[in-house]
């Protein structure tokens, strides 16, 4: 008598598997990103023993860097912070950002890891805010795109939303065709009351 085997195909199938943001893999959530890889920590090891003997002063600086390296992700901008007893935040709203770089050095490319540099348009050459130890690279890049276009082209819209409310002219305004219009009638009326009491003055002083 055979025995079944079981189907280890559909048990592997049936499995969820989980990627890097802790969702089914090949989905990507970047709102539930809030910390580096762990892969950031090895980056910063090895770049730190590479400059001999300054690992010294690099590794701990490094060290506590990515320990309270932080990112929030919200409908309206991302956020960047970092330090202890000198804590850094940036926050950038997406339609602030004019551009964004994509670098792998060569340990990065090993780690599978980059850095994305967004540029704002304050005039600095450097990047107002870095994103590293995110290994969806090319979907955060891609979302963060997404989010920059669609707040400049929301922005003209609401501009010129903003400015025709503020110049339309309101019912009885100076600028209002009814109050034009009423302006006339009465600037009409005026010049022939004046009209009148002056031939009436004349008239009194021709009797006089």
Excluded: C, N
């Amino acid at each position: 008598m055979s025995r079944a085997e079981p189907d280890h195909a559909a048990s592997h199938a049936a499995a969820p598997a989980s990627g890097a943001s802790g969702g089914p893999r090949g989905t990507f959530d970047p709102f539930a990103i809030t910390r580096p890889v762990p892969a950031l920590m090895k980056h910063y090891l090895i770049t730190s023993l590479l400059t001999g003997p300054g690992v010294l002063v690099a590794l701990p600086i490094l060290f506590f860097k990515y320990e309270t390296l932080r990112y929030r992700f919200d409908a309206d901008g991302v956020s960047v912070s970092w330090g202890i007893l000198f804590r850094r935040e940036v926050y950038l709203t997406y339609r602030r950002i004019q551009d964004i770089h994509v670098t792998r050095g060569i340990i990065q490319r090993w780690l599978g890891l980059a850095t994305i540099s967004l540029q704002t348009a304050a005039g600095s050459s450097q990047a107002e805010m870095q994103i590293e130890g995110v290994p969806q690279v090319e979907e955060l890049r891609d979302f963060l795109y997404s989010r920059m276009r669609g707040a400049h082209d929301d922005h003209p819209a609401h501009a010129a939303h903003a400015d025709a409310a503020r110049t339309a002219p309101a019912p009885g305004s100076p600028a209002s065709p009814a109050w034009d219009h009423a302006t006339d009638a009465s600037s009409q009326e005026a010049v022939l009351l004046l009209r009148e009491i002056l031939s009436e003055l004349k008239a009194r002083g021709a009797k006089a």
